[in-house]
């Protein structure tokens, strides 16, 4: 099978997976549970999940019990771009092609639907400690890495400092910019990694290799899309280009201009792929994931 | 030493308990941590902490273990305190004689900080399951108890059907008012009290009987904030009486009348202190909690 196709096959089974944990609508609460289902039915990339199962193959796990976690982080996903899309936040009214949340349910119950992800993605993790013969030592490792990769000193952190970065304009430091992508974009990619790792028995050195190498993916992926908010088309990424120089956003390629950007863009992919073969000369390997990492780096979308 | 000097002190103490948990405000991200401590260290009763700790010293329990889950279920309470004044919500400038986070912080500050709160509840209560010779099979039914109570079929499905109630305003059932203050009220001191039951080594009998009990407690502890809402006055109550009426809101006293309600109260306090005699009995008794427990329901302010 291709490339393509086996992402495709695999998007689509991750897709049925994360919509087995979703809550069924029903009773006074319904509304909450259709809004939070309307937000993860929205489409998507699926992406944390995808890497999330496919490190863990790579360490050699394999059985369902990696599964309550896929679902929690795409939800802790979910729930961060339903509050970003608040009138109070960026004030989003589409999303991939659809309305936002707030837009559907009104702006109450899109603050209690994140709310609900949010919450629900730990109820759904702590599925995974009841299962037969759970490993409970690596399942309390795995959601203290989510919780604190998504928490202030990860994700919300990040967008703390992007808010707060929007005031700034053009004063913007490389050091806060860099901040922002390790904590806005790397630090679920690190968290869906290193679950992977943690659950497939990996060594706490691996664990480390692991977090380094997503974490220089999480930067090359988001300054990649620096890059294609201003080089790509419309009908290559389905939305306007140029927005971030609109917006008066501070990027990497506002800050350093292409060229340095697209450097500095290839040298962390490089790293990241250089620290994933170190593991392949230990027997490490999985070459989908591979395949996946390099097309998420390079892509044109 | 009299039990209003008790509870002082027991308040005082874990004030301080749950201070020593809250972030160091620094970094990039200094903000949203500046808002999360502002909002915590507005005061209230810290009665969900403190019936935490009285359960699970009635089963025998002792030590630190309790405390990090202590620190959790005050940061979830708190956050839902932060979202719920939000200007979408009941659009609240002032809690406490003190101006609501999103007044000081700014909205997307407060959306932030409501959300760190809750994501740091779960990194807090984490952390008892890294101490030395952590029960974890205790420690994830703790923690799945603490995240199923909060969420949709908690807390956040109680505030659910109560935005829509407001839409309903005298149509509302008492079905529908039952389940609003099961699941906003009752919910988190069931919660409270059955994590100090499962962390003293409670069986599962016993766990059941101090969430039946919890239940009651909720209840009526909801139904005598509606009364104090009519029979209190503004020197009590700290706050202006009516508001319920002048708000329309349909509550245990509009829907039943003051009498019904005040009886209807005093068979779910006699019902809660009964299945504690129980224990009694058993000779699992904590003198306190059941002071505490009678002062919460006959409570004048």
Same mark, same amino acid.
């Given at each position: ?64 019990? *990696?599964?309550?976690?896929? /679902?929690? @982080? ?72 989510l919780a604190q990769k998504a928490g202030i000193y990860g994700m919300i952190g990040g967008q ?19 901040f922002i992508h390790e904590h806005k974009t790397a630090a679920l990619i690190q968290a869906a ?13 691996? *664990? ?5 190498? /997503?974490?220089? @993916? ?39 201009? *292409? ?37 998420? *780096?390079?892509? @044109?979308?």
């Amino acid at each position: 099978m291709s490339f393509d196709s086996e992402l495709k096959q695999k998007t689509s089974d991750v897709e049925k997976l994360i919509i087995s944990y979703l809550p069924k609508e029903q009773g006074w609460a319904k509304t909450v549970m259709s809004a939070m289902n309307y937000s993860v039915c929205a489409g998507g990339k699926r992406l944390r999940p995808i890497l999330m199962s496919e490190t863990y193959k790579m360490f050699g796990g394999s059985g369902s019990q *990696i599964e309550p976690f896929m /679902a929690a @982080i795409e939800m802790i996903h979910t729930y961060s771009l339903v509050h970003d899309d608040l009138p109070a936040m960026d004030n989003d009214e589409y999303r991939r092609g659809r309305k936002t949340t707030h837009i559907v349910y009104g702006e109450a119950m899109a603050i209690l639907a994140g709310d609900g992800l949010l919450n629900y993605a730990f109820e759904t993790a702590l599925k995974a400690f009841e299962a037969d013969g759970a490993d409970l030592k690596r399942c309390s490792r795995a959601l203290s890495i989510l919780a604190q990769k998504a928490g202030i000193y990860g994700m919300i952190g990040g967008q703390t400092a992007d808010i707060e970065a929007e005031d700034l304009g053009s004063n913007v430091t490389e050091e806060h910019l860099l901040f922002i992508h390790e904590h806005k974009t790397a630090a679920l990619i690190q968290a869906a990694m290193m679950i992977g790792a943690v659950l497939g028995k990996a060594d706490e050195d691996r *664990i480390s290799v692991i977090e380094r190498a /997503a974490y220089e @993916i999480g930067i090359a992926f988001q300054i990649q899309d620096d890059i294609l908010d201003v080089t790509g088309t419309l009908e290559t990424l389905g939305k306007p280009v140029g927005s971030d120089e609109k917006n008066n956003k501070t990027t990497y390629v506002t800050l350093k201009g *292409i060229e340095a950007a697209g450097a500095q863009q290839k040298e962390m992919s490089s790293n990241a792929i250089a620290l994933l073969e170190g593991l392949d000369a230990q027997g490490i390997r999985n070459d989908f994931l591979m395949e996946l990492i390099q097309s998420l *780096i390079t892509r @044109i979308k």
